[in-house]
């Protein structure tokens, strides 16, 4: 008698979860020698995975002082994170992509095959774009940039004010920002009017939200099952298809004036059309393409200034600090006149450099930097061995917080790598390498904020001169303080993912016009 067709699929799913539990119980077996923070055996392990979703910090904190600046792991639904700390973290650092891997851990964590797209893990031109294009770029970006915080601050702020002096008006930070970000992005990335177009501009927003959470839905499955799963998800979501409508005129108007050689639009659309490969160079492919550079620098700088805005609303001494530097370096003619202003003059507002990379020591964007993923057994110079497929990573909250490399650690000053930096100039000169490593968008072993090694955020840069021109737009024009007074609001923590807080709001008064 012939056996049910459901019989042998369910024998062939236990078959799969035993083989996928075997391989758990070897790599488990494999870091046993390392520290783990809470219990290691299977199931009380889970205790800890429960903490961790609850209280990322505190459990990475924990495993960061009981290791003594050595490797610790920390459970997860699927097996164990590794964690690297001082010696290790250079080791991190510096270990070839054929041994520890970002895009097999991008693979992996945020599932990028099914939620990004396969063809941005294989072919990752785009990056290069990034780091010797746009970056070039940006002296003449940030005159547009300028350009379009102006407009954005007077429709999505200023409306917000009656005609009574000395009013404050209530602003949900993290929602209007993220839309300053996507408008002001987007201007130096497509130009008007679509930079300005709602629908295409929550399209770039929610695609970080179809990121994330289709990872999540997605590593609920097994292996075989993904490609279906994925398929699926990106049906529902819909927004890979629908970006296409937005970009679909302006690509073919791109290619019809580059076939006729007529000038077009210097921006990262047409930089993305002159690199992109054979294979890549659909309306499709283009899309999407740049909507994933749109997820690479829209969240992350919109959370950025939303955690600086939180710190200058309940700390309001440093606005006239702040104030003050910008006048003298900047002037206030480019607040109506942007075509004035010069980046140089920008870099020269260290106080504001300062405070900005404060902020992102204390308020990150995560428990998490540096993901890699181990494609062999890797040994650290200590002489640890993780084995393939193990996840490893640094925790830029605890790194952050030790006290052996930043005095006061868990306290904030805004001034804290102005004074740093001036000292380094006094003893080593300028644009020395001590004085060098003061700056906001200088990595170190003891600053994750933008990662490390040779794949440092290439977006900083272009980061960095937003937030500094969006924050010194606000601080010429308005006083912010928070709802109340002298109170930062909490961030919003799940999982190892950290967000400013997304229901607070920050009070604005309008300033005397300058």
């Known amino acids: 008698m012939d056996l049910p067709w459901q019989l042998y699929v369910f024998a062939f799913l236990v078959s799969t979860q035993l083989f996928k539990l075997r391989r758990q119980y070897e790599r488990r077996k494999a870091l046993s020698e390392i520290p783990a923070v ?20 505190s459990v990475l904190q924990e ?46 964590l ?7 797209g396969k063809d941005i893990r294989l072919d990752t031109y785009h990056l290069g774009v990034l780091r010797n294009v746009m970056t070039k770029k940006l002296p003449t970006m940030l005159l547009d940039m300028a350009d379009e915080i102006r407009f954005s601050f007077n429709d999505l702020i200023d409306r917000k004010f009656t005609d009574s002096p000395n009013e404050w008006a209530h602003i949900r930070a993290s929602e209007v920002f993220t839309i300053f970000v996507a408008r002001i992005t987007n201007r130096s990335f497509v ?24 990872s999540a839905v997605i590593n609920c499955f097994p292996n075989f099952l993904k490609p279906l799963v994925g398929a699926v998800y990106n049906k529902i979501s819909g927004l890979r298809t629908r970006i296409v409508v937005h970009l679909r005129p302006l690509i ?99 106080k504001l450099d300062s405070f900005l990379k404060e902020c992102g020591r204390l308020n990150g964007l995560g428990a998490f930097s540096l993901p890699r993923k181990s494609l062999v057994p890797f040994r650290f110079s200590d002489g640890s061995i993780i084995p393939a ?8 909250t605890a790194t952050h917080l030790d006290n052996t490399l930043f005095e006061n650690a868990a306290e ?45 955020c290439p977006g900083r840069f272009l980061a960095s001169l937003e937030i500094k021109l969006m924050l010194a737009y606000l601080i010429l024009q308005y006083d912010v303080r928070t709802e109340e007074e002298g109170v930062r609001p909490p961030d919003f923590w799940f999982g190892p993912v950290c967000t400013p807080s997304q229901s607070a709001a920050v009070l604005f008064r309008r300033r005397a016009k300058l």
């Open 38 to 57: 809470g219990p290691s055996g299977v199931l009380r392990s889970y205790k800890t995975v429960w903490r961790y979703i609850r209280d990322a910090r």
């Open 63 to 108: 495993g960061y002082q009981k290791s003594n600046g050595g490797l610790f792991r920390v459970p997860q639904i699927s097996g164990w994170f590794v964690i690297t700390a001082g010696r290790h973290l250079e080791d991190l650092r510096t270990a070839p992509d054929s041994q520890l891997s970002l895009d097999a851990a991008g693979a992996e």
């Open 110 to 116: 945020l599932q990028s095959d099914y939620t990004m």
């Open 191 to 214: 130009g008007l009017p679509l930079c300005r177009n709602d629908d295409y501009c929550n399209i770039n927003i929610y695609f970080a939200h179809h990121v994330m959470f289709g």
């Open 252 to 350: 073919e108007q791109r290619q019809r004036e580059k076939a006729a050689g007529e000038q077009r639009s210097d921006d990262m659309l047409t930089w993305l059309m002159d690199a992109a490969p054979p294979g890549h160079q659909s309306v499709e492919a283009i899309s999407e393409r740049l909507l994933n550079v749109n997820f690479m620098a829209l969240h992350t700088t919109a959370m950025t200034f939303t955690h600086a805005l939180f710190h200058l609303a309940a700390r309001p001494e440093y606005i006239g600090w702040l104030r003050d530097e910008i006048k003298e370096n900047l002037g206030t003619e480019w607040i109506d006149s942007p075509n004035v202003l010069d980046k140089e003059k920008i870099e020269k507002c260290w």
């Open 389 to 396: 497929g193990t996840i490893v990573a640094a925790a830029p």
């Open 412 to 456: 904030f000053d805004g001034f804290r790598f102005y004074k740093q930096r001036r000292e380094a100039e006094a003893r080593y000169g300028a644009a020395s390498a001590e004085e060098v490593k003061c700056r906001l968008t200088s990595p170190s072993a003891g600053y994750l904020a933008f990662g490390g090694g040779r794949h440092t």
